[in-house]
């Protein structure tokens, strides 16, 4: 079965600094990954997915992830943070494609000035 | 992108009630829809996989008879909470696809509490 780890519940980073949100899975095949973001009261917005190919994947709002296979990990990344990145995060997996998509428990991020 | 609308943002209903929650795609036909609930501090879990006109499918230790789904059309999905208690009590979210490989959108889920 497929699981998602997002071992930080919880980041606080300034204004303006980078950000780096970790991600481990478990899957048996190349999974297909995906990052979502959560503002309150909101859905889920995806930023990023990662299917094949280059494993340096570019998203909206400026944010990248890199698949690493021989760690198992797809942490999300942005270089300068704003404000308006509040919000909870979700890793997710997926075996295949969007069906039986799997979720972390989210990392909420706190902006301060 | 996409547009999923679910309705109500939040409702509040006495123990022994029904709730019913809708999904709509405001701008595209869903050929499947998702429900997931998510408790605090938690991930959000698969509840059950609706194709239109079909049968829900139930994830494994969902109760098919307390969480009614209907997906009569291709834009409008519903999950019914039937006889509420305190302990349905969570945040459900919606998801809708066209087709079987294409991104799902989220709709801004429901705050459902149980008194």
């Known amino acids: 079965a497929q699981s998602v780890t997002q071992p930080d519940i919880h980041i606080t980073v300034s204004e303006g600094a980078s950000l780096e949100l970790r991600c481990n899975y478990s899957?048996?095949?190349?999974?297909?990954l995906f990052w979502y973001v959560q503002s309150p009261g909101q859905g889920l917005q995806l930023l990023l997915k990662?299917?094949?190919?280059?494993?340096l994947v570019q998203g909206i709002k400026g944010f990248e992830a890199e698949f690493k296979r021989s760690q198992s990990s797809f942490n999300l990344r942005k270089p300068s943070v704003h404000w308006s990145d509040a919000a909870e995060y979700f890793c997710?997996?997926?075996?295949?494609?969007?069906?039986?998509?799997?979720f972390g428990t989210g990392t909420k991020l706190q902006v301060i000035p | 992108g996409a547009v999923v609308s679910q309705h109500p943002s939040w409702v509040i209903c006495k123990s022994g009630t029904s709730v019913k929650i809708e999904c709509r795609s405001l701008d595209f036909q869903a050929t499947t829809m998702f429900w997931y609930r998510q408790f605090p501090k938690q991930s959000l879990m698969l509840m059950a996989t609706s194709n239109e006109g079909s049968k829900a499918t139930y994830e494994q230790g969902v109760e098919k008879d307390k969480f009614l789904i209907n997906h009569a059309s291709l834009t409008l999905s519903t999950l019914t909470v039937t006889s509420a208690h305190p302990e349905d009590s969570s945040f459900y979210i919606c998801s809708a696809r066209v087709g079987q490989s294409t991104e799902a959108f989220f709709g801004q889920g429901t705050r459902l509490t149980v008194v």
């Open positions: 899957y048996g095949a190349t999974p297909y």
């Open positions: 990662y299917f094949s190919g280059d494993t």
């Open positions: 997710a997996v997926g075996a295949t494609g969007y069906q039986k998509v799997t």
